[in-house]
């Protein structure tokens, strides 16, 4: 994932990698090999810790492309989910529920490497 992640963000197009976390440190503890790439290329990857009560219930895993591609499962802990290549109006759906909840996120500003 780590060697895909890489590839898609050093492809020379303008692409965004937005990643949203219940617990910000947990990555850091674990020392996430994604927080050094993350770290080596921050104009693609930004972070955000949902903090506000209502979304923290919310245990999601999702991944939209802009193609109207997804992955999502309903627990973010569990390998079970549902997946389309080309499922526009639900990958519209999940995108909309997304934006929605990394408006109301932090940003994670720990995660920059020399903290600015």
């Given at each position: 994932m780590?060697?895909?992640l890489?590839?898609?963000?050093?492809?020379?197009?303008?692409?965004?990698?937005?990643?949203?976390?219940?617990?910000?440190?947990?990555?850091?503890?674990?020392?996430?090999?994604?927080?050094?790439?993350?770290q080596?290329?921050?104009s693609?990857f930004?972070f955000?810790?949902?903090?506000?009560?209502?979304?923290?219930?919310?245990?999601?895993?999702?991944?939209?492309?802009?193609?109207?591609?997804?992955?999502?499962?309903?627990?973010?802990?569990?390998?079970?989910?549902s997946?389309?290549?080309?499922?526009?109006?639900?990958?519209?759906?999940?995108?909309?529920?997304?934006?929605?909840?990394?408006?109301?996120?932090?940003p994670?500003?720990?995660?920059?490497a020399?903290?600015?």
């Open positions: 780590l060697a895909a890489r590839a898609f963000a050093t492809s020379g197009r303008e692409v965004q990698v937005r990643v949203l976390l219940h617990d910000a440190a947990a990555p850091q503890a674990a020392h996430a090999m994604l927080l050094e790439l993350a080596r290329l921050p693609v930004q955000r810790e949902v903090d506000d009560p209502v979304y923290r219930e919310d245990r999601s895993a999702v991944l939209v492309n802009d193609a109207g591609g997804y992955y999502a499962r309903a627990q973010g802990d569990a390998v079970a989910g997946a389309c290549l080309d499922g526009r109006a639900r990958a519209r759906q999940l995108q909309q529920r997304f934006e929605e909840i990394w408006e109301r996120s932090r994670v500003a720990e995660y920059r020399l903290g600015l």
